[in-house]
């Protein structure tokens, strides 16, 4: 996958309170959440060849999904690391986000699971809120173009006349995917690496939730889109191997009729929308006045 | 004062004295030793046979360890035959001598023992085969009845459950010496055999909920009681953990293979279902002198039995292979695949159009009632 790479830097975010610089630092008295501290990774915009995510049909037969070659326009500025369960537990106690399930079980100091898409949301909103920045989940585009090497192509052959040939297909690819000799449940920050982007714990045991709804496409002849429908109440969440989560499932499971290998835990990382300083200005004045 | 381990072994030599004297008779049989292999497999043997009764032997080691159950990572204090949940299928045909040798190595804190439903007498064996850490012992019974049966550790009172819902129980399948029968005369041959032994565990929790571990068995002990009577199992599973029969490790058929599925479960009810597929010919007691019933969607499996069903995969592709309450099979874990390969009978199944969206106009056409309630 050819990615012209101009810039990667580590960020670090500065903050007006000199508090907020030192991480899981407790929470000042009677004030608005300290913002925990994102160290970023910026890389530049460029293109990859990228199927999108969703299934794609031609003359009312599924086919394979088409091969394009797609990029992010903007330089991209993404979390280094999944949030922390320390982190989320701030919006938490901010009254921002919800609690975790009691049995969630992480440690503050490694990532958070057991997350829907929902509550990746509110600590995105939450997040931008008190760094007076813009943060979102990446799209699944972006999630594909930072995970680089760690992006697991699921072009499956689709057969139409053979539906079991696609799912045995995806079946034993993310099947092989699994290291069976890995540790479960969920392993402290660096464990699983990091890839030619200085990007930690892609394609590790969590799986990130991306902003992409699951979309199905109608294809002409030519593999030109001319109808799609779209279902946001599934939200892709990218890791390993790509799968399809309702949005405020906290822990995806297999069985029943979606056999497959289910992400092993739900856990998310914010990119930064690039700013002008405009905009930036608004964003911590909205900050100070809901603060 | 009275530590733990002397209460049990304790309990040990109080059934040791209880058992009245079995001393082994001089049988004039052939003799075949037989390797046990761990679950879902089983070892080699014959589906029917016209040689004369033998005496089979196994060897089954008892191991108390440390095992992973889920993909959270909790750890369970297991007790096992051989080292896997469920312990290992043995095979013999009606009218052979299973001839067993149960071994409690040291490195074991407690006394075990084995309660096999196939056998006759002593509390299945029970009674005669309590061994404490350290020792073994050979028991020898004869194969009366025909099916699949449980075997289970029973070592007295409260340990018997106790030590089942820890991982002690396995299977023995009896077969007829003519081999499986349709009901009708007709015989019936597998292709495969696989066995599914299911467990439901009891893993206590903390004041945060997140399941708690223990160093040993005997430590998890009281606080495991506590979960299980409340009779509300954390995990059910197939094949000791959580996912253990998915992925690399799914089962494996062609089309038109007869597969051969046993399911076994010592403690509690369950009710196996193959998504997408059949029991072609089920025994759903397990037991081969009943006739096998037919064309099933779901069948039982009554606590403390084991099942056995036939089914010929009919389509490739993924099945799922479930206990059909979905609850525990997708929430507690009780969900197995089959990977299956072959060629597509677009007669038995056709997509005969893709999902696209709805055509303008007939999107309420169905769902709106001529005239409201």
């Known amino acids: 996958m050819a990615i012209t790479l101009v810039t990667k830097l580590a960020v670090a975010l500065a903050f007006a309170s000199p508090l907020a610089a030192a991480p899981f630092v407790s929470e000042i008295s009677a004030g608005r959440a300290e913002a925990p501290v994102a160290e970023l990774v910026e890389l530049a915009s460029g293109t990859m060849p990228y199927r999108a995510a969703g299934e794609f049909t031609r003359a009312g037969r599924p086919v394979t999904a088409p091969l394009a070659r797609v990029g992010v326009t903007v330089p991209l500025a993404i979390m280094k690391h999944q949030v922390a369960a320390a982190d989320y537990r701030r919006c938490v106690d901010a009254g921002a986000c919800k609690p975790l399930a009691a049995a969630a079980g992480a440690e503050p100091d490694r990532p958070v699971v057991g997350v829907s898409w929902r509550d990746a949301e509110a600590y995105a909103a939450w997040f931008s809120r008190v760094t007076g920045e813009r943060w979102r989940l990446p799209t699944d585009t972006e999630w594909a173009f930072v995970a680089g090497s760690r992006f697991s192509d699921d072009g499956d052959v689709v057969d139409a006349d053979d539906p079991s040939r696609r799912a045995l297909a995806r079946y034993t690819r993310e099947a092989a995917l699994k290291d069976d000799g890995e540790e479960r449940g969920v392993m402290p920050f660096g464990s699983f690496g990091t890839n030619e982007h200085g990007i930690s714990d892609l394609a590790g045991n969590v799986w990130e939730w991306t902003a992409t709804c699951y979309v199905r496409t109608a294809l002409d002849d030519a593999g030109a889109a001319i109808a799609a429908t779209t279902n946001c109440g599934v939200r892709i969440a990218e890791g390993r191997h790509r799968a399809y989560v309702t949005d405020f499932v906290r822990d995806a499971r297999a069985g029943g009729c979606a056999a497959g290998v289910p992400p092993t835990h739900l856990g998310f990382r914010l990119v930064r929308e690039q700013a002008t300083w405009g905009s930036w200005l608004m964003a911590r004045i909205t900050a100070w006045r809901a603060g | ?373």
């Open chain 2, 1 to 373: 004062m009275m530590t733990r381990r002397t209460a049990l072994a304790g309990a040990a030599i109080a059934a040791l004295m209880l058992a009245t004297p079995a001393f082994a008779q001089k049988l004039d049989l052939p003799r075949q030793k037989i390797n046990l292999v761990a679950p879902p497999f089983v070892h080699a043997h014959e589906q029917a046979t016209k040689a004369g009764p033998k005496i089979v032997e196994f060897r089954l080691v008892i191991e108390e360890k440390e095992m992973v159950i889920d993909e959270q990572g909790t750890k369970f204090q297991a007790m096992t035959f051989n080292g896997s949940m469920p312990g290992p299928m043995m095979v013999v045909h009606e009218g052979d001598y299973v001839e067993f040798t149960l071994v409690n190595p040291d490195t074991n804190t407690m006394a075990h023992n084995i309660d096999l439903h196939a056998a006759t007498g002593a509390g299945g064996g029970g009674e005669l085969t309590m061994v404490n850490p350290g020792e073994q012992v050979v028991l020898r019974f004869k194969a009366t009845r025909t099916g699949a049966f449980v075997y289970h550790c029973a070592p007295g009172g409260p340990m018997i459950p106790w030590h089942v819902v820890s991982g002690m129980s396995g299977t023995i399948m009896v077969l007829p010496r003519e081999g499986l029968k349709d009901g009708n005369g007709k015989p019936l041959r597998y292709d495969r055999i696989y066995y599914v032994g299911e467990h439901d565990l009891y893993v206590p929790r903390d004041d945060k909920g997140n399941f708690k571990s223990y160093p040993s068995a005997g430590d998890a002990y009281t606080d495991t009681v506590e979960v299980m009577r409340k009779l509300t199992p954390t995990h059910v599973v197939f094949n000791g953990s959580v996912g253990a029969l998915t992925g690399k490790n799914a089962m494996e058929a062609k089309v038109g293979e007869n597969v051969l599925i046993v399911h076994s479960q010592a403690n509690r009810d369950s009710r196996p279902h193959i998504i997408g597929g059949h029991g072609d010919y089920v025994w759903e007691t397990g037991k081969f002198s009943n006739r096998p019933e037919t064309g099933l969607e779901t069948w039982f499996v009554r606590g403390g039995s084991a099942a056995v069903a036939m089914y010929k995969f009919r389509q490739p592709g993924v099945f799922a292979y479930v206990n059909h309450n979905l609850i525990e099979a997708v929430e507690l874990g009780a969900v197995a695949h089959f990977k299956v390969e072959g060629q597509w009978d677009d007669d038995l199944m056709t997509q005969v159009k893709a999902p696209e969206p709805i055509a303008p106009g007939k999107q309420s056409a169905v769902a709106t009632p001529a005239h409201g309630h």
